[in-house]
Each structure stands twice: as C-alpha cells, then as structure tokens.
T-cell receptor, first 112, second 113 residues
Framework: AQSVTQPDIHITVSEGASLELRCNYSYGATPYLFWYVQSPGQGLQLLLKYFSGDTLVQGIKGFEAEFKRSQSSFNLRKPSVHWSDAAEYFCAVGSGFQTLVFGTGTRLLVSP | EAGVAQSPRYKIIEKRQSVAFWCNPISGHATLYWYQQILGQGPKLLIQFQNNGVVDDSQLPKDRFSAERLKGVDSTLKIQPAKLEDSAVYLC???????????FGSGTRLTVV
C-alpha cells in the first residue's frame, strides 16, 4: 500500500532563510505526488504537484519541489521564507481512483 | 467560482450522541470526498462518491459512520453513536473528472466529550 513519511514534525526557520521540508513515499509505480499547505482553521491548499516529466516542479507562493526516484523523495523548498508561510505542510501521494494518502504533516514556524 | 461549502464549522457533542455534517461541492464537480483529519495526523479518506454512487468506502467505519450523496450534488456524513476518538476535522473535497483536481472545504471541527 502507498504511504508517505514526513520525518520532521516541527521546523523553525528564520524569516528570509531558506526552507526544505522532507517527504519520502512508498509506491510501486511512478507516483503522483503533491504538497498541500494548511493554515489554522482553513482547508488544504495545493502548492504543487508532480505527475511526470521535469523532476523539478514549480508551485505557487515561490515554492518548488524535486522528485528523486532513486531516493523515493519529493522535498519541498523555498529560497526565502516569509512570516506568512507559517502553517502546516502535507505531502501526499495519489492512490487508487483519484484518492490521496497524506503524510502526518510538518508544522513550520517562522522566527523574526 | 464558489468554493466547497461545509457546515457547521464547529460542533461539540457528548459521546454516544449523533451528529451530521453537510457538504456542498463546487457546481459541476462529479467526484466528492470526505476525509477525516485527527489532530497531529494527515487527512485520511473516509469515502469517495462519483456522482451519487460510492467509489471507495473501504476506510469508513460502517458500524457508526454513514454518508450519502443524493442527486449527485450535496452530501451528508453522519456519525451515530459518536466516540471520543471521532474528535477530528472532517474535510470535504470535490473534483472534476481529471487527475486529482481537488478543491477542499474549510472543514468541520468535531469535539466529542
């Protein structure tokens, strides 16, 4: 069965510093991979997705992610974090008929 | 375009009571999903509808949870009777036919005391 691991429960980054959130997946075939962001009291917003092709994917809000098949990873990056990026981030893999399997999330804290 | 509407936003009930959540998807979206998000965990699929038919309900605890999508539009999710471990945010999402074109609602936060 498909699974997603996000090894970091919390990460604190200084405003203006770079960010990398880790995601590892388990899937037998070529995966469909996603990153979502969730602010308090809000639903999930899609940041970016990977289906095929270029392994470096650009998303909204200045985020990007790189698919590395050899490492079964899909890490999310941002070169310069803003205070408004503080939120919870979820990595997910597509499963079955258009359903998603999510990781446990990484809470990002941004320090001044 | 209007988003996915969910109500209520918050609900507090005692264990063994019943509760119902409502979801109105984006107009024209054929597929509707209910996910359960327990605090500290990622969302987990409960049930998926395609129009008014069930596609996947393998993770729905059918002894206490039920869901329906009448006329292929709105959907309700019911819990009867509720347990303490049902405390969670219940997220509804809808999508057009096509690869994972999800839009999530803001969710209903259920607290069972």
């Amino acid at each position: 069965a498909q699974s997603v691991t996000q090894p970091d429960i919390h990460i604190t980054v200084s405003e203006g510093a770079s960010l990398e959130l880790r995601c590892n997946y388990s899937y037998g075939a070529t995966p469909y991979l996603f990153w979502y962001v969730q602010s308090p009291g809000q639903g999930l917003q899609l940041l970016l997705k990977y289906f095929s092709g270029d392994t470096l994917v650009q998303g909204i809000k200045g985020f990007e992610a790189e698919f590395k098949r050899s490492q079964s990873s899909f890490n999310l990056r941002k070169p310069s974090v803003h205070w408004s990026d503080a939120a919870e981030y979820f990595c997910a893999v597509g499963s079955g008929f258009q359903t998603l399997v999510f990781g446990t999330g990484t809470r990002l804290l941004v320090s001044p | 375009e209007a988003g996915v509407a969910q109500s209520p936003r918050y609900k507090i009930i005692e264990k063994r009571q019943s509760v119902a959540f409502w979801c109105n998807p984006i107009s024209g979206h054929a597929t509707l999903y209910w996910y359960q998000q327990i605090l500290g965990q990622g969302p987990k699929l409960l049930i998926q509808f395609q129009n008014n038919g069930v596609v996947d309900d393998s993770q729905l605890p059918k002894d206490r949870f039920s869901a329906e999508r009448l006329k292929g539009v709105d959907s309700t999710l019911k819990i009867q009777p509720a347990k303490l471990e049902d405390s969670a945010v219940y997220l509804c999402a809808s999508s057009l036919d096509g690869p994972y074109g999800y839009t999530f609602g803001s969710g209903t936060r259920l607290t069972v005391v």
